[in-house]
């Protein structure tokens, strides 16, 4: 038999069911000795494990350049996909499988453009304007199947994908309609299309390769030849051309040492919403159609209403658990109008469309809200793939792959939340888990905090697995081969590299959080020489507080607190020893910024409860308050500190206030000032009476032209306050001076008990940010 007989072309769409089961069907009637698939060449050791009983898709081959793994490649797989089913076809029985796409080695390595082409006389040359063939053509090769989709009157080549394949009974003979569609389309995109860019470059290494492979396989093999691939490619795997040409084509090429294995997928990464250009709208509807095919996998077509009744009653489930009712009359009445809906629209089966519109008609009563749910579960959905024991695997992925196994965390690809008790050794060992991973930016979890309990025992986490993850493992691949030992050697390195004193705070505190005992003394002690030899009082500040909270409120896990305690204390000290001269000569966006650390720090202290700490930072605060230099700024948060802790009677406190906002003082120094006491002191305000009256003295006797000025830091000030609080103090506004019971005064005006409040109110309500009608 010629080879060209024994060359036997499927082509598929890379995800689609109905392609999947036409192939399957294809292969079983040819028997092939060699089943060819695209997908790249370097890599096909990888097929043998698709058989493997544990390959659970959605499946990728993660493909990364052995030097630098952020340099990679995924190759997605559903259960639906033809290039999937191929492989499990040729596992099953025994036949041989491989790749012959372009090897990863070259489409991975950096290939340099080559030095653009000047036109006669070195002038640059004018930007052409597409002609109108040419704009077709570049229509048509990047969505071909968009392209006949219009040509047939369909809004979209999904639309039309699914009503030709999907919804129809073509059968294996789809295949040769497909490839003349194919093969026409290629000749008029090809006549009319202008020089080659470089994605067209690449498509013709890639076919020549293709082309070459199939060559040696049919040499190699006596038996017929199947070939799957995308139908874009399959004239051009056609087309006789001599084999020295693609081989020249090849030649000389760049490439680089590559690393591939099989990685878990999701399927909200399969779907096109994603980015994911070869994806499609519907992945978990599709996963739904080759469930069916693979129930009636003996018969002729799909089992029209039974697929159509288990979709309703997967819809109905889906309601039931999220709280809302669904009857089993309304999955019945849902899987008929569906039925009805294809029959109207002359189609064999009932398609997406149909089964959205019943199920928002009977199961979700037209409301749009479950409906949304129904899309992001069914429609797309959450699959996570699973990889089969024996499948090799880089060593971080298999050891967390093992922990994942033994603490029972299932990744998945949307939100979970998940609460820990740490007393518990499951739940600590998971939180342990979730923070080594953070700290080699596999941010599986992130924290929520404690929720509603009050101690710090408990932790709340939100999980969600993503596919880039496994990238990430294999980039950390350079500080261990275990979460544990990546964890640690990560942090050091990153504490070894961090710009600032407070993000090597940082990763103390991360360290201790998970259970990493010796990366945390390396980081406490590296944090300790970089503090020794810094003067940034900001740097220093900042690096306190998430280091007090450790001491402070512990953890569960075992912390190395003598050493801890030393540093936080060594560096409260040194903030203290060069607090006041710190605060002098600022920019008003530094002095905000040391403002807000300063506050963190004051926080941190007091909740530490150390006497000989506060004691310093008490007098440094006294310093500050009362020194002429200093940002008027910082001088009012540190009487309003000094104040909060009662380290500063009323009396002392209002002498401070007078001082600051005596008409003496420049009407912009003064809001500077009130700005920096009044930092959320909402409740202060409310609460202390001479308070409130010294600052609507010192408004009161501001003149037009200075009040404006200092207007834009009073709205400041207030607009950090609550705005519940605010509402109270207008409330406390308008009643008289001698505040009695409201029961005891008679029901009168505000403008009534407090002459002139009614003029002042409005300039009060712009004053505190309230609304002028309702003031709310």
């Given at each position: ?8 072309l ?6 689609g ?15 092939p ?6 997908g ?12 493997s ?11 990364h350049?052995?030097?630098d793994?952020a ?17 499990r ?6 036949r ?74 073509g ?5 040769a ?16 299309a202008?020089?080659?860019d470089?994605?067209r ?9 293709m ?41 000389g ?9 099989w ?6 990464r ?9 994806g ?6 599709y ?19 039974d697929?159509t ?17 669904a ?71 298999a ?57 710090t ?5 939100r ?43 940082d990763?103390?505190?991360s ?25 940034d ?7 306190v ?65 150390r ?34 802790r ?43 009476a ?8 010192w408004?009161v ?7 404006v ?5 009073l ?27 409201a ?14 409040f009614?003029?002042?109110?409005p ?14």
């Amino acid at each position: 038999m010629a080879p060209a007989d024994r060359l036997h072309l499927f082509g598929i769409r890379h995800h689609g069911p109905g392609s999947a089961r036409n192939l399957v069907t294809a292969l079983d009637a040819l028997d092939p000795t060699l089943v060819l698939i695209e997908g790249p060449a370097d890599v096909s050791d990888l097929i043998v494990h698709a058989g493997s009983p544990g390959m659970v898709p959605p499946l990728a081959i993660l493909v990364h350049a052995g030097d630098d793994p952020a340099n990679a490649s995924f190759y997605p797989f559903a259960v639906y996909s033809p290039e999937w089913q191929a492989m499990r076809w040729a596992a099953a029985r025994g036949r041989a499988a491989r790749f012959i796409d372009l090897p990863a080695e070259i489409r991975l390595a950096k290939t340099p453009d080559p030095d653009p082409a000047e036109p006669d006389g070195g002038e640059p040359a004018e930007e052409a304007v597409p002609a109108p063939a040419d704009v077709e053509a570049l229509a048509i090769r990047r969505d071909p199947l968009a392209y006949l989709a219009g040509i047939a009157g369909y809004r979209d080549s999904e639309a039309w994908w699914n009503a030709l394949i999907e919804q129809g009974a073509g059968g294996p003979a789809v295949f040769a309609a497909i490839e003349a569609a194919m093969t026409e389309l290629r000749r008029h995109a090809d006549a009319s299309a202008a020089e080659p860019d470089e994605d067209r470059v690449l498509e013709q290494r890639r076919e020549a390769h293709m082309r070459l492979a199939v060559a040696a396989a049919l040499r190699e093999t006596e038996g017929p030849v199947a070939v799957v691939c995308g139908a874009w490619h399959l004239p051009a795997l056609r087309l006789r051309r001599p084999q020295a040409e693609d081989r020249a084509l090849l030649k000389g090429l760049p490439k680089v040492k590559v690393s591939a294995t099989w990685v878990p997928w999701t399927e909200t990464r399969l779907a096109s919403a994603s980015g994911y250009a070869a994806g499609v709208a519907s992945p978990g509807w599709y996963a739904h159609l080759w469930n069916e095919v693979e129930r009636g996998r003996d018969a002729p077509a799909l089992p029209v209403r039974d697929a159509t009744a288990r979709w309703q009653v997967r819809v109905a489930a889906l309601l039931r658990r999220h709280g809302r009712p669904a009857s089993t009359a309304s999955v019945i009445e849902a899987a008929r109008l569906a039925q009805a809906l294809a029959g109207l629209r002359d189609l064999a089966v009932p398609g997406l469309e149909e089964m959205r519109e019943a199920s928002l008609a009977t199961l979700c009563l037209g409301e749009p809200a479950p409906m949304a749910l129904i899309e992001t579960e069914l429609v797309v959905g959450r699959a996570v793939g699973a990889i089969d024991e024996s499948v090799p695997q880089m060593p971080l992925a298999a050891d967390l792959a093992r922990w994942q196994k033994r603490l029972k965390l299932k990744p998945e690809a949307l939100d979970e939340d998940v609460s820990l008790d740490l007393r518990t050794e499951a739940g600590l060992a998971k939180s342990l888990l979730l923070h080594r991973l953070a700290l080699i930016r596999v941010p599986w979890g992130r924290l929520q905090g404690a929720g509603s309990s009050r101690g710090t025992f408990r932790e709340n986490w939100r999980l969600r697995w993503e596919p880039e993850f496994s990238v990430r493992l294999a980039e950390a691949l350079v500080h261990g081969t275990t979460v544990e030992q990546a964890a640690g050697n990560a942090a050091v390195a990153a504490a070894r590299d961090a710009p600032a004193l407070a993000g090597v705070s940082d990763i103390v505190r991360s360290c201790l959080l998970a259970g990493l005992d010796a990366a945390a003394r390396t980081t406490i002690a590296l944090l300790q020489a970089r503090a020794a030899g810094s003067s940034d009082v900001a740097t220093l500040a900042g690096a306190v507080p998430p280091l007090a909270a450790v001491l402070r409120y512990g953890t569960a896990r075992a912390i190395p607190a003598a050493e801890l305690q030393l540093l936080v204390v060594s560096l409260a000290e040194a903030v203290c020893a060069g607090l006041v001269h710190a605060c002098r000569r600022l920019q008003p966006a530094e002095a905000e910024a040391l403002r807000r650390t300063l506050a963190a720090l004051d926080e941190a202290l007091a909740l530490l409860d150390r006497a000989a700490t506060s004691e310093a930072w008490l007098g440094a605060l006294h310093a500050l308050a009362d020194d002429g230099e200093g940002d008027e700024l910082l001088r009012g948060f540190a009487v309003r500190a000094l104040y909060d802790r009662g380290a500063m009677p009323a009396e002392a406190a209002a002498a401070c206030f007078s001082r600051a906002l005596s008409p003496s003082v420049p009407p912009l120094e003064a809001g500077r000032w009130l700005e920096g006491f009044l930092a959320h002191a909402g409740q202060v305000l409310l609460h202390d009476a001479a308070l409130r009256a010294m600052i609507d003295r010192w408004l009161v006797a501001l003149d037009e032209e200075p009040f404006v000025a200092v207007l834009p830091m009073l709205r400041r000030a207030f607009g950090a306050i609550d705005r519940g609080e605010r509402r109270r103090m207008l409330d406390l506004a308008r009643r008289p001076a001698d505040d009695g019971p409201a029961a005891a005064r008679p029901p009168t005006s505000a403008a009534a008990e407090a002459p002139g409040f009614a003029a002042a109110l409005p300039l009060l309500l712009t004053i505190l940010g309230l609304d002028a009608e309702t003031g709310s």
